[in-house]
């Protein structure tokens, strides 16, 4: 097989989101469409983590402008999307990781500011940018970013609420990320080893719950202990060197 280095050098530097034609090449698990959003905040998480707490807003504001400017210019711009299909616009232009950036700086956001609004006001938001969405979308180029606003919305109407999660929720929520991260190689394993739909569908939800608990029990928490070590070490090596100073 002819190997497409223009393509693999776009895939290893997470930049397929910017070159259609390159994308679904080097794709086998279906899933780089996601971690290249999450390794880019990652990095402008980096870059803005020492500014952000002094201007959280304002930050904010910034990439919620970028996204909008990308949304208008890519609608008209953006590398062959004259010629692709509208879903194909929609996932390359509007899905764009430029676009889902404010997700990330609304969380963010809340975090820092832990900004306290009226629950009435909340709801409102919600259901216009959320459940009425279908309403408005179709006037003009939608920044993904807006139903986000109603997202933070209901995250702010909830956290304040006092419940106490389910163990199954609690266990299901530890191992999330790691459930994220393989269910989809068990999927398409089980799927090609088994023909029955509904026994895919049984042993690759069982089978992904496991190993996700194994992943969480032997990889992310020994190395989340080794972190929280190390950033407790760091702190006290820096209050013993001011002691002295």
Not at 18 to 40: A, N, R
Not at 113 to 133: E, Q, Y
Request: charge should be positive; include cysteine.
């Amino acid at each position: 097989m002819d190997i497409d280095f223009k393509a693999l050098l776009i895939h290893l530097t997470f930049l397929q989101h910017l070159f259609p034609g390159q994308y679904f090449k080097y794709d086998s698990l279906h899933v780089s469409w996601t971690l290249t959003i999450e390794l880019v905040w990652y990095f402008v998480a980096f870059l803005c983590a020492a500014r952000f707490k002094k201007h959280p807003a304002g930050i904010t504001l910034l990439f919620m402008m970028f996204s909008y400017v990308w949304i208008f210019w890519g609608s008209s711009y953006f590398p062959s999307q004259a010629t692709m299909e509208p879903g194909l616009k929609y996932f390359f232009v509007n899905n764009n990781f430029i676009n889902q950036l404010p997700f990330f700086f609304f969380g963010a956001y809340i975090a820092v500011k832990n900004p306290r609004f009226d629950k009435a006001g909340l709801a409102c938001i919600f259901l216009v940018t959320v459940v009425l969405s279908s309403a408005w979308k179709v006037h003009f180029p939608d920044p993904i970013f807006i139903t986000g606003f109603g997202i933070a919305a209901l995250f702010l109407i909830l956290k304040d609420m006092e419940y106490i999660n389910k163990k199954y929720v609690v266990f299901l929520s530890e191992i999330s990320y790691s459930f994220y991260l393989i269910h989809f190689p068990i999927i398409t394993i089980v799927s090609e080893k088994i023909e029955n739909d509904t026994l895919v569908v049984i042993i690759s939800i069982a089978a992904t719950l496991g190993f996700s608990y194994l992943s969480y029990r032997w990889i992310e928490q020994p190395f989340m202990r080794m972190a929280k070590r190390k950033s407790e070490i760091s702190m006290l090596k820096g209050k013993a060197a001011d002691s002295i100073a």
